[in-house]
T-cell receptor
Framework: GESVGLHLPTLSVQEGDNSIINCAYS??????FIWYKQESGKGPQFIID?????DKRQGQRVTVLLNKTVKHLSLQIAATQPGDSAVYFC?????????????FGKGTLLTVNP | DADVTQTPRNRITKTGKRIMLECSQT?????MYWYRQDPGLGLRLIYY???????NKGEISDGYSVSRQAQAKFSLSLESAIPNQTALYFC???????????FGPGTRLTVL
């Protein structure tokens, strides 16, 4: 999985399988987390977000899990489809005076094999 | 996101040239951001603006300047482009009452 600060890892899955993409964050003051999807040649696209007062949030085919104890975030994609192939990256935002600013991870490249 | 547009989408220029990248948004957001993206480095903040009269440097502002012409428009300038400014540039917007940033499609800039 990725960390805010590491090289780009890759994940290859078969169509129809579930995908799990991981992200470690370092700022214990962060209280908002977001996952983006970036397809080749496009800008980052919002997928799902979660606040620190939650440990799980579900969207359409996606679930984000937050473990504040170990500062870990994961994105689960159910029934992965070829159109899910992209770079996925997490971002964190601290509370308080710096809450305008997101710190981004470097991303995980997800490849879905038909 | 069609609500955030960037022009040009691609640009090739030479060292020493002045370049302006433009961003427009129809989301009505007050906050706008400029980022650059390099392979293996993720998105890094260049400048951000809370409103027309409030502009702030990000973590990598050297060699760049910005102008917030209106609530909907935020442009990024490279006064004298250099090859290590070759990168993908993204504009983003954010409401003051929500945390999500929305990105434009990006500009691929190559400085020869």
């Amino acid at each position: 999985g990725e960390s805010v600060g590491l090289h780009l890892p890759t994940l290859s899955v078969q169509e129809g399988d579930n995908s799990i993409i991981n992200c470690a964050y370092s700022n214990s003051a962060s209280d908002y987390f977001i996952w983006y999807k970036q397809e080749s040649g496009k800008g980052p696209q919002f997928i799902i977000d979660i606040r620190s007062n939650m440990d799980k949030r579900q969207g359409q085919r996606v679930t984000v899990l937050l473990n504040k104890t170990v500062k870990h975030l994961s994105l689960q994609i159910a029934a992965t489809q070829p159109g899910d192939s992209a770079v996925y990256f997490c971002a964190e935002q601290p509370s308080g005076g710096s809450n305008y600013k997101l710190t981004f991870g470097k991303g995980t490249l997800l490849t879905v094999n038909p | 996101d069609a609500d955030v547009t960037q022009t040009p989408r691609n640009r090739i220029t030479k060292t020493g040239k002045r370049i302006m990248l433009e961003c427009s948004q129809t989301k009505g957001h007050d906050r706008m951001y400029w980022y650059r993206q390099d392979p293996g480095l993720g998105l890094r903040l260049i400048y951000y603006s809370f409103d027309v009269k409030d502009i702030n440097k990000g973590e990598i502002s050297d060699g760049y300047s910005v102008s917030r012409q209106a609530q909907a428009k935020f442009s990024l300038s490279l006064e004298s482009a250099i090859p290590n400014q070759t990168a993908l540039y993204f504009c983003a917007t954010k409401s003051t009452v929500a945390d999500t940033q929305y990105f434009g499609p990006g500009t691929r800039l190559t400085v020869l």
